[in-house]
């Protein structure tokens, strides 16, 4: 049990152009999902906080108007990164809980933006 | 600022030997503490989490925390080369946001 999964899971696209990614959690309501940025070689860091039918709260320093969260459903939260640059290739994360500690993470998506 | 800091290795550690991991963190409030494991190209997996000072077991993971000295580590008995990946310490402080570290890269050597 306690599977999220991360769609797609790996992505090319130009420089300009819009990329969502979608997590799903799949045999649990998941109450929070969180996303995730990791360049290479370093730790994860926390990019917002997702609630359903809610508003995200991002971290500091996390464009809300560039990384937009929608959380549609107790299952599927998506994240549009959006008019993407270089600068934003990195490997994004997704982790869904279900009110407890215990974060589940998906397989992730990398990112590559030309 | 949350800060949780642990050394980035590379720690090599012969095959069969016992792994020593350590992370330091600065909230006094944490709560909860995680220990994950990240292996190249893929997300973290946990192994262990610990809310009470002293140790707890899991087969060969032992997770030691002293609240104290804010400080918390893992050991890795009768290491395996497949233990090779990055380990990642995290904590939380009373929420449910996961606060990592930098992670240190572990080679177990055959």
């Known amino acids: 049990g306690a599977v999220v999964s991360q769609h797609p899971s790996r992505v090319i696209c130009k420089s300009g152009t819009s990329v969502k990614i979608e997590c799903r959690s799949l045999?649990?309501?998941?109450?929070?999902m969180f996303w995730y940025r990791q360049f290479p070689k370093k730790s994860l860091m926390l990019m917002a906080t997702?609630?359903?039918?809610?508003?995200?709260?991002?971290e500091q320093g996390v464009e809300k108007d560039k990384f937009l969260i929608n959380h549609a459903s107790l299952t599927l939260s998506t994240l549009t990164v959006t008019s993407a640059h270089p600068e934003d290739s990195s490997f994004y994360i997704c982790?869904?809980?279900?009110?407890?500690?215990?974060?589940?993470f998906g397989p992730g998506t990398r990112l590559t933006v030309l | 600022q949350k800060e949780v800091e642990q050394n980035s290795g590379p720690l090599s550690v012969p095959e069969g030997a016992i792994a020593s991991l350590n992370c330091t963190y600065s909230?006094?409030?944490?709560?909860?503490f995680f220990w994950y494991r990240q292996y190249s190209g893929k997300s973290p997996e946990l192994i262990m989490f610990?809310?009470?000072?002293g140790d707890k077991e899991d087969g060969r993971f032992t997770a030691q925390l002293n609240k104290a000295s804010q400080y918390v580590s893992l050991l890795i008995r009768d290491s395996q080369p497949s233990d090779s990946a990055t380990y990642l310490c995290?904590?939380?402080?009373?929420?449910?946001?996961?606060?990592f570290g930098t992670g240190t890269r572990l080679t177990i050597i055959p």
């Open positions: 982790s869904a809980t279900q009110g407890d500690n215990e974060q589940f």
């Open positions: 045999d649990f309501q998941a109450t929070t």
């Open positions: 997702s609630n359903e039918g809610s508003k995200a709260t991002y």
């Open positions: 909230d006094r409030g944490s709560q909860s």
């Open positions: 610990i809310y009470s000072n």
């Open positions: 995290a904590v939380t402080s009373g929420n449910e946001k996961l606060t």
